[in-house]
């Protein structure tokens, strides 16, 4: 409720950033009676679920491929009990083919099938010397993801302790321990775009949980996926809470480690019982006093390496030129660059990358539109960190549309006659990432998981600031199923253990 002379707000909760970790949070707090306010600093509420219009076509930004929204999968069991998934328009991925992945090198594709006794069956078609390998990969990968009980919404904690020695294993070195082909080991971790994949650091229970989300099943959102930000916004708002956009906290006034106040750039003043932030750790600390947190933990966060970033094209085609494709394509230039991705060099990059055909309710044989993602690391535009949005000079526009020609270049060698079917082309940097989503070096994942110190990047809900919680993507793990399970941890940790868990699993699938 808004007193209109003073402009302060009396919330129960309020909720800072409403991207994917704020809104599932805000509305699974707003489902169990409290009473939430989430604010936004852009304009268009969503963070990784908002899209945005040119020239009539709706583009994701960063929300592209879903797991886990299939029937009795978790992030569909949550979204049921918010009410939400009969208003979701989705489009599930080729069973046949839900990822396809081509090599130049030897102008060899492989398309993956959806399912564990289809994916395994493919592999070993396709290699058929490591049959015994893949099998026991496969057992292997289906096994770690199974150590995550909050993964497939079961009741129990998972303590680092209390799982198996390979759990904690480098996923490049995992997967070398059950497969000898070189070219089958580079494959095998063709998903790495998807969870920020390095070699020696990746532990290999990010790598499971990922592949085994999408090996279960893929899905996009016809039309983009602002439908569920706003879906959640609704859930929220018909609870009787309320959500803002365009409000962008700068300050959070605390005392005696407690949160008194959270101050916007606009001026306003929002007060509450509890805040969560929902934005990256890092931008948190900024807001509030050194006081708040200890200096160790202060100066943990700042020294946490972030995941990679990405550059990104977006076309929008000649109507009926180009063929709408129902999967994610994946290209690399040779084998033995997967690990690397992040590694620049200008004559070479890129040598990887993923692209797909975006998707509409009334979807025909042509696509209208197309998105290529090429992991980048924030090196590469560090010379215009000082710049913002639109003004970041001649330059950087050059030195953007190189990138692009370079992406293009490819894309003609994947697809001949592809140039004569783009009527627009523009691209976002990692820069625009990190304005975007204020987070830290546009990074697409948050803060990289790490094994050889995975204490260090794993952080609690909880904090020493007794009113503040954290929810989003830096907490646990990302995307669309890592974020939505980290909101049911954050309010369980007001709820109670497990409470929320049980009612949702209680519910009719
Ligand atoms: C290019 C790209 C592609 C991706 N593709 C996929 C994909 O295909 N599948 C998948 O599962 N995941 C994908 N991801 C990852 C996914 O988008 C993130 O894991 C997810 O959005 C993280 O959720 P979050 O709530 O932590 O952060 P966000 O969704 O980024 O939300 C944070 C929000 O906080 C707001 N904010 C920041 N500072 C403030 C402030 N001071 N005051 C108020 N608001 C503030 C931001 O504007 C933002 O809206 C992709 C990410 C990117 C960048």
Known sequence: MKHEQTGIMNEDILIIGGGVGGLFTGALLAHEGYKVTVVEKNQTIGGGLQTFTRRGEVFETGMHILGGLRKGGSIYKICQYLGIMDKLSLRDTDDDCFDCITYLDDAKTYRMPTGKVAFTDYLIGEFPHERAGITAYMNALYRLTDEVDFFYLRRGRDYLFSHSEQFLWAADQWIAHYITDKHLRDLLAYMNPMYGGVAGHTPAYIHALINVLYIEGASRFNDGSQQLADALATAITASGGSVHSGVAIVALKDKDRTIQQALAADGSCFTANRYISAIHPCALLKMMSEDAF??????????????????????????????????????????????????????????????????????????????????????????????????????????????????????????????????????????TIRDYYNNKEGALYGFGRDCCNIVQSQLSVVTKVSNLLLTGQNINLHGICGVPLTAVNTVEAILGENTLIDKINAQQI
């Open 294 to 431: 200890t200096k160790a933990y202060r100066n943990r966060l700042n020294a946490l390496p972030n995941s990679y970033s990405a550059f990104t094209v977006y076309i929008i085609f000649k109507p009926d030129s180009f063929p709408y494709i129902n999967h994610t394509c994946y290209y690399q230039q040779r084998y033995g660059l997967v690990w690397n991705h992040a590694e620049y060099d200008a004559d070479t990059w890129p040598q990887g990358f993923m692209y797909m055909t975006s998707p509409h309710r009334k979807q025909g044989a042509y696509a209208r539109t197309m998105i290529i993602n090429c992991i980048m690391s924030f090196e590469q535009v560090r010379r215009w960190k000082d710049t913002t949005v639109a003004h970041r000079g001649d330059d950087y526009a050059a030195w953007k549309e190189a990138h692009i020609q370079k992406i293009l270049a490819r894309m003609e060698i994947l697809y001949p006659g592809f140039g004569n079917c783009i009527d627009e082309r523009f691209a976002s940097s990692p820069l």
